[in-house]
């Protein structure tokens, strides 16, 4: 079954919102390219939300590629929800 992520960033700074556009063209396509990934949105919320097939493949694509930019000080931690997704339209 899919899933909604949200990764909603508390005490996000302007800073930090100037950089999305230049993480995202880091990170974007790998995302695009990872085994489940469906869709990604931002400016929802202070973070994004994206659609995954499975949880797994969510795990697998942030110990690949978020979690060392995380480490390394680019990307601010967040607080992260799950939520099953029985149906999913992509136009």
């Given amino acids: 079954m899919a899933i909604v992520v949200t990764a909603e960033?508390?005490?996000l700074?302007?800073?930090q919102v100037r950089r999305i556009p230049g993480m995202m063209e880091r990170l974007g396509p790998p995302l695009q390219q990872s085994k489940g990934f469906i869709a990604h949105a931002s400016g929802l919320i202070p973070g994004?939300?994206?659609i995954w097939q499975?949880?797994?493949?969510?795990?697998?694509w942030f110990d690949t590629t978020v979690r060392s930019t995380r480490e390394a000080g680019a990307l601010p931690d967040s607080e992260r929800r799950f939520f099953e997704a029985p149906f999913v339209f992509v136009a």
């Fill in 9 to 11: 960033v508390s005490g």
């Fill in 13 to 15: 700074t302007d800073e």
């Fill in 48 to 50: 994004a939300v994206e």
């Fill in 54 to 60: 499975s949880q797994e493949d969510w795990q697998r």
